[in-house]
């Protein structure tokens, strides 16, 4: 039989394995929420830690800790935010009560381990306790969702880094294409010429703006709670530790944390998540949208997507657009966790937020994939070419380049010309331009200078 230490709670007591550094609290979460395959965020367990390291710095600078219990909570989170320990953080991410059981986990894993540091056997509370010293001035209401913002804006800003290269790779190919003249479409049809550069410039100027919101997403993420405990009014908290408190998570996280004015407001509402989840789905539209043109563009061989992979079990030599699904796929799932924060926001009911840890999973899962997905997608564009004889494949023999002449033709003289082509078998339409109109004047027209001048001049 293994070891095993006595714990209680409201319920009784239980029997926990000597050696874990999860108490009775954590065991009992791992036997309620048994739902899905998915587990808390890493990044939101080290925010938890982060705050509860702000916390303990407050606390022990008030004299509500000694300093040997300061000292070693305060070590316990430092190793928390550095990566370690984090196998005992286990909870399935969809849990009831609002984050208690992942506020919990913390505070029993950090008082363990200081208890560890400090030569004392695991369990042994009566030197640092999870609620009376690790939660000391603490409610799950103030430092879920405190960690739950400081998680984000660190994601944030993650994913505004990976989108800055994105968006530079597809400005890269703007001016590499800048000088191929390209067959614009709509709806799926011949449109009027325009230039290649210009289509990579629309791809990178969408992510240009999907950088900015994610930088506008911090602004009111950075409004904390901390300090206002259960409901946001700060009671069983003193107010010497409420006002310091939170220039000591601003020293631990780095980031410009400001205490909300109004702090009932910001444990009561969860509305800043589903802002900055949907600045998030914006971004998974845009991604959507370039990756599809990509593989539109990459099957009229436009241009050429890097070959990655092998296409297909039965057909020799196949290659498929894998990596514009992937992102795809990805936008696809990033906008059902949009969906889920913002369901998950609506149902919070008077002073708090019960469905935080389904809102949080969403808004961090969201956030990572298309991090991720925005570093696959730089790489790949890195390695599109454009194939500048298709292109001018495309447009020689496209009927639509005739409005490019329409301000010197009207639309019915260009509408009779097309009408009156013969077909394939005159040559391409280009060349019956040419035949009808001079070659000098179809160069000029359909020049990449014309093309992109915005508008002609009218010489009045």
Known sequence: MSAVRKEHDLLGERDVPAHEYCGIHTLRARENFRLSRLVMAPELV???????????????????????????????????????????????????????????????????????????????????????????????NDVYPTA??????????????????????????????????????????DAVPMTLGAQFSSFADAVGRDRWRTFKCEERLRVVNIG???????CAAPRSYI???IEKLRAVTGLGLTRGENAVD??????????????????????????????LMHHRRDISLPPVQAGSSIMPGKV???????????????????????????????????????LGHSLLEATGILTAADAMLAAHARGITANADVCRRHVDNSTSIVAA?????????????????????????????????????????LSPQNLMALGYRDNR
Do not use: W
């Not at 913002?149 to 400005?171: M, N």
């Open 243 to 245: 006002f310091l408190v």
């Open 148 to 189: 739950l913002r400081i998680a984000s804006i660190l994601a944030l800003r993650a994913l505004a880094e990976k989108a800055a290269q994105l968006q530079g790779e597809l400005q890269t190919k703007e001016k590499e294409f800048a000088g191929i003249v390209y067959l614009g479409r709509t709806e799926l049809q």
């Open 46 to 140: 080290m925010a938890i830690a982060m705050v509860k390291k702000a916390c303990c710095e407050a606390n022990g600078e008030l004299g509500f800790l000694t300093a040997e219990q300061a000292g070693a909570v305060s070590r316990a989170c430092d190793e928390i935010i550095a990566g370690d320990l984090l196998g005992h953080f286990t909870l399935d991410a969809l849990q009831g009560g609002a984050g208690t059981s992942a506020n919990m986990n913390v505070n029993e894993v950090v008082a363990n381990r200081a208890l560890e540091l400090l030569g004392k056997a695991k369990g042994d509370y009566a030197h640092v306790h999870p609620l009376d010293h690790v939660n000391l001035h603490q409610s799950t």
């Open 228 to 234: 206002g405990t259960a409901i946001g009014t700060g």
């Open 405 to 445: 002449f329409l301000p010197e033709l009207g639309y019915e003289k260009a509408e009779r010309l097309v009408l009156e082509y013969p077909g394939r078998a005159a040559g391409t339409f280009r060349e019956y331009l040419e035949g009808k109109l001079g070659a000098e004047a179809v160069d000029r027209a």
């Open 266 to 295: 910001q444990t009561a509402n969860a509305d800043a998540f589903v802002e900055a989840a949907g600045m998030i789905a914006a971004h998974a539209v845009n991604l959507q949208k370039i990756s599809n043109d990509l593989r």
């Open 320 to 358: 498929n657009p894998v990596m514009c699904e992937a992102a795809m796929s990805a936008a696809i799932r990033v906008k059902s966790d949009c969906a889920a924060v913002v369901e998950a926001a609506s149902l919070g009911t008077l002073q708090i937020n019960e469905f935080l840890p389904l």
